[in-house]
Nanobody, 119 residues
């Protein structure tokens, strides 16, 4: 099992920045990658950014150039630097970790952290 704890959300004005953190514990040696998803009210959860165990990153088109995902292997923590925030970035941000097996992918989720961007 993998446990994920997010922090760093809050209320920020448009154009502002935040740094979200996700601390992983448990069977972290089995993790193939981690990422961030978000879910706005009335919308489906969507991918924001991911980083694999070898450092390959991916981003949603809507956040490219504004968000940066990084990791600190020594502290088992993944960060999401969010900059130039827009009101449409308002959502609950969830940390995700995944583990691949021959037959399926296992996903682990944090409890979420709220990001609210005021205009």
């Amino acid at each position: 099992q993998v446990q994920l704890v997010e922090s760093g959300g809050g209320l920020v004005q448009a154009g502002g920045s935040l740094r979200l953190s996700c601390a992983a514990s448990g069977s972290i040696g089995s993790i193939n990658g981690m990422g961030w998803y978000r879910q706005a009210p009335g919308k489906q959860r969507e991918l924001v950014a991911t980083i694999t165990s070898v450092g390959i990153t991916t981003y949603a088109e809507s956040v490219k150039g504004r968000f940066t995902i990084s990791r600190d292997n020594a502290n088992n923590t993944v960060y999401l630097q969010v900059s130039n925030l827009k009101p449409e970035d308002t959502a609950v941000y969830y940390c995700n970790a995944w583990r691949n097996s021959p037959n399926r992918r296992y996903d682990y989720w944090g409890q979420g952290t709220q990001v609210t961007v005021s205009s």
